[in-house]
């Protein structure tokens, strides 16, 4: 399965300026555009319960997963969104389970805690950036915890006022 972490991340490398940001505060158009255009490329998409929150429902058109490893009123207010899926699988345990459902491709859409667990269980084959022209100086990082992955460079070009970047491993 090729899995394809998508992140706009500001200048300084941060995902948001602080926690509970959506991303459509501060990206550009172009950035939104590429966005649903590759997700719905990819066609299944993996996200944490905090950026679901900041959408509050399914992406059309594609398949949205939610992983969240709290229950509770948290998740609870959420559960049973028309084309939502909650799991608490791994991130293994759930690739596992899509491959052997036959997706081929799974796109992680946020936040940092899904980055750097896709991250640490190496699993994620490329990465779409954009970088914002904007500097947070504090804020969300990418992720954290997961060890040294080397990528290259595949491609780069102008998104708007910023850079989209396409890094393969």
């Known amino acids: 399965m090729k899995i394809t972490l998508i992140a706009a991340i500001s ?23 590429f966005f649903v255009e590759k997700t719905k490329e990819i066609g299944t998409v993996v996200m944490g319960r905090k950026t ?4 509050g429902k399914a992406l059309p058109g594609r398949r949205t997963i939610v992983l969240s490893s709290t229950g509770g009123s ?43 667990q896709f991250l640490e269980a190496g699993l994620v084959n490329e990465l779409f950036l954009t970088v914002e022209p904007v500097l947070f100086g504090d804020g969300v990082p990418l992720g954290e915890g ?6 290259k460079l595949v491609e780069s070009r102008s998104l708007g006022a910023g850079v989209l970047l396409h890094f393969a491993r």
């Open 74 to 116: 948290k998740a609870e207010r959420f559960e049973g969104r028309e084309g939502v899926e909650w799991t608490r699988e791994t991130p293994s345990e759930l690739v596992a389970r899509l491959e052997s459902e036959g997706v081929t491709g799974l796109a992680v859409c946020g936040g940092a805690t899904v980055y750097s």
């Open 52 to 55: 679901f929150e900041t959408i």
């Open 146 to 151: 997961f060890g040294r992955v080397d990528l």
């Open 11 to 33: 200048a300084d490398g941060k995902i948001a300026q602080s926690t509970g940001q959506s991303s459509l505060d501060w990206t550009s158009k172009e950035d939104t555009r």
